[in-house]
């Protein structure tokens, strides 16, 4: 904890020096063969900016190399030369094809940054260090800057020949998030809406990991395609070795997070974690995120339709109903889509979908070895899996919960 604290805090000094990163001992890659960014089905080029390793943003920060890229930014390790730490700087393309989504990203960092500091959770959920406009040649680009991390949860899993984690780190990362969601739901009054595996990063107690890096980029750049006619400099992306001292993990990424002060009907989560209430139609709140996180437990609700060999609603409601019987009459009530899944008669029109009988959680756990560590996880799952949202238990419940602290 001690050391978490001593890498948020701006160290005390003089101001890091820039470094040089003009070594041109890098493989040029043409311009014809695509890359990173260049993949994404809807990338235009002019939409990003043009980072450049080694250039400064803000007279601050020094970019040290690409650690990633997403659908609508790039991510970027640098040196905060006035703080003397090193940042992550998540660039977005420019502002005018963003509309409000990254200013409601903003907004949900600033509603943490005003909470109630003494929370346990609180370090269990991204903090945002510095945000601002870089200038770019077309438009304005929002850069949000961040604490590095490692590597997200579900990278770490796939690691795993079994894909899957021992217990005791399955136990760890759950009550962390489930500390992280108290802190959302009750100090924040945030819906995070989604949850998974690649949202939860390790973070990182060792700033060796960031000198390698650096030392690497200054020894041996990466490669990269430079564009003749646009100016623009495409980089690969370089990884961020393990460190020696991994961190906790952490609740990241609050672009689709709501706040919790209405209830809300849009639509919302991924397609795999939509709890039963959003896709009838039924207002919806701070539980939804409660379902979210008992489906990564069983993984057993993948929505596929066999008709359309894709996800559906239907399928996705039929799967729920063979894992826990028929939701009660009252939730399909309130339900404003229910005329998409029940006919007037009270039929499920998922008919063909529905198997002859339930087949409950229970059965479907086969991973477990220990009959009393198996039964504890199940009831943990119960608790969060439930028709109706007002019986699954809170994040605070679930934190204290016997399974995780079996564990501990």
């Known amino acids: 904890m001690l050391s978490s604290l001593r890498r948020s805090l701006p160290q005390l000094g003089r101001k890091w020096k820039p470094l040089n990163f003009s070594n041109l001992n890098f493989v040029r890659i043409s311009e014809y063969h695509?890359?990173?960014?260049?993949?994404?089905?809807?990338?235009?080029?002019?939409?990003?900016?043009?980072?450049?390793?080694?250039?400064?943003?803000?007279?601050?920060?020094?970019?040290?190399?690409?650690?990633?890229?997403?659908?609508?930014?790039?991510?970027?390790?640098?040196?905060?030369?006035?703080?003397?730490?090193?940042?992550?700087?998540?660039?977005?393309?420019?502002?005018s094809s963003?509309?409000?989504?990254?200013?409601?990203e903003l907004k949900m960092y600033r509603r943490m940054e005003e909470s109630p500091k003494g929370h346990r959770g609180r370090d269990a959920v991204r903090k945002l260090v510095d945000t601002f406009y870089i200038d770019g040649p077309e438009d304005k680009h929002r850069c949000l800057v961040h604490l590095p991390l490692w590597?997200?949860?579900l990278t770490f899993l796939r690691r795993n020949p079994v894909e899957r984690l021992p217990s005791a780190v399955i136990s760890f990362v759950l009550r962390c998030l489930f500390l992280a969601l108290d802190y959302l739901h009750t100090e924040c009054r945030i819906?995070?809406?989604?949850?998974?595996?690649?949202?939860?990063?390790?973070?990182?107690?060792?700033?060796?990991?960031?000198?390698?890096?650096?030392?690497?980029?200054?020894?041996?750049?990466?490669?990269?395609?430079e564009v003749d006619n646009t100016g623009r400099t495409v980089?690969?992306?370089?990884?961020?070795?393990?460190?020696?001292?991994?961190?906790?993990?952490?609740?990241?990424?609050?672009?689709?997070?709501?706040?919790?002060?209405?209830?809300?009907?849009?639509?919302?989560?991924?397609?795999?974690?939509?709890?039963?209430?959003?896709?009838?139609?039924?207002?919806?709140t701070y539980s939804i995120d409660i379902w979210n996180v008992g489906c990564m437990g069983v993984?057993?609700?993948?929505?596929?339709?066999?008709?359309?060999?894709?996800?559906?609603?239907?399928?996705?409601?039929?799967?729920?109903?063979?894992?826990?019987?028929?939701?009660?009459?009252?939730?399909?009530?309130?339900?404003?889509?229910?005329?998409?899944?029940v006919s007037e008669e009270g039929d499920f029109r998922t008919g063909s979908l529905l198997k002859d009988k339930v087949v409950p959680i229970e059965e479907r756990e086969t991973t477990l070895q220990g009959q009393d560590e198996r039964e504890a996880f199940l009831r943990m799952m119960r608790k969060m899996l439930q028709w109706g949202p007002e019986k699954r238990c809170s994040a605070r419940e679930l934190a204290k919960d016997e399974w995780i602290h079996m564990h501990m």
């Not at 949850?195 to 041996?220: C, H, P, T, W, Y």
């Not at 057993?300 to 799967?319: N, V």
């Open 34 to 95: 695509k890359i990173e960014e260049e993949t994404l089905p809807d990338y235009v080029a002019s939409q990003y900016y043009p980072t450049r390793i080694g250039e400064v943003i803000q007279e601050r920060y020094q970019v040290v190399g690409k650690l990633g890229i997403g659908s609508t930014s790039t991510a970027w390790l640098a040196r905060d030369m006035s703080g003397r730490r090193y940042v992550m700087l998540k660039i977005f393309i420019q502002a």
């Open 191 to 225: 819906i995070h809406t989604d949850i998974k595996a690649d949202n939860i990063m390790l973070g990182i107690n060792d700033d060796s990991v960031f000198r390698d890096f650096e030392e690497k980029e200054l020894q041996r750049p990466v490669p990269r395609e």
């Open 299 to 341: 993984r057993c609700l993948p929505g596929q339709d066999p008709e359309f060999q894709k996800y559906r609603s239907r399928a996705h409601l039929a799967e729920m109903i063979n894992l826990l019987g028929p939701p009660p009459s009252s939730l399909i009530a309130q339900g404003e889509l229910r005329g998409k899944f």
């Open 98 to 104: 963003m509309g409000e989504q990254v200013n409601d």
């Open 235 to 284: 980089y690969m992306s370089r990884d961020l070795r393990r460190p020696h001292d991994l961190g906790a993990p952490v609740l990241c990424d609050f672009g689709s997070a709501m706040t919790g002060d209405e209830r809300h009907s849009v639509f919302a989560q991924p397609n795999i974690y939509r709890a039963p209430e959003v896709i009838l139609g039924v207002p919806w």
């Open 151 to 153: 590597e997200s949860v």
